[in-house]
């Protein structure tokens, strides 16, 4: 199994600040053929399903705001919130969607600071 | 409009089991991957089972001989049977589309509890 390890497991950041959240697959979820990286970004909020930030490791969800970017490729990603806004309070998991057992992180909490 | 509904969850004791379902509107789920994701309580995300269009279906470790997933695609239906229930299967149970799940349902609480 593909084991994914994110980090911090939780930060607290000032309103309109950077949030920068770090994923490591311990595999690579590149596949060549297509060279797509088969990594997605989720938020969860309190009592809420998880919502779909990012796929594809950097192609955004239709209505996600700009200020969530999503990079890297291999076995290194960051999920980036470049002003962190009041409503972007929440839990955030990164999930490899390579081969036939999928994975999440295990979860990165985003406080005001 | 796509919608996700779940049901069949409730209080179980172990060594039971459970079926799950979760019914689809706005799509055809055979068209798709779909899956189970559990969220025990206060913890993490877990993806449990999917099936493929194709109708090949894949399990997490934790699940594999005693979770079985199906689909009734006259239904529009998705399905996870759960056998030899444990204590530690106590979670939510989210059915989600595709792999990079863009859409998911509300969830259903299943509790294995004597």
């Known amino acids: 199994d593909i084991v994914m390890t994110q980090s911090p497991d939780s930060l607290a950041v000032s309103l309109g600040e950077r949030a920068t959240i770090n994923c490591k697959s311990s595999q690579s979820v590149l596949y060549s053929s297509n060279n797509k990286n088969y990594l997605a970004w989720y938020q969860q909020k309190p009592g809420q399903p998880p919502k779909l930030l990012i796929y594809w490791a950097s192609t955004r969800e239709s209505g996600v705001p700009d200020r969530f970017s999503g990079s890297g490729s291999g076995t290194d990603f960051t999920l980036t919130i470049s002003s962190l806004q009041t409503e972007d309070v929440a839990v955030y998991y990164c999930?490899?969607?390579?081969?036939?057992?999928?994975?999440f992180g295990q979860g990165t909490k985003v406080e005001i600071k | 409009e796509v919608q996700l509904v779940e049901s069949g969850g409730g209080l179980i004791q172990p060594g039971g089991s459970l079926r799950l379902s979760c019914a689809a509107s706005g799509f055809t789920i055979s068209s798709n991957y779909m899956s189970w994701v559990r969220q025990a309580p206060g913890k993490g995300l877990e993806w449990v089972s999917a099936?493929?269009?194709?109708?090949?279906?894949y399990y997490a470790d934790s699940v594999k001989g005693r979770f079985t997933i199906s689909r009734d695609n006259s239904k529009n239906t998705l399905y996870l049977q759960m056998n030899s229930l444990r204590a530690e299967d106590t979670a939510v149970y989210y059915c989600a589309r595709d792999s990079m799940m863009g859409y998911w349902g509300q969830g259903t609480l299943v509790t294995v509890s004597s």
């Open positions: 999930q490899h969607y390579y081969g036939s057992q999928w994975t």
């Open positions: 099936i493929y269009n194709s109708g090949n279906t």
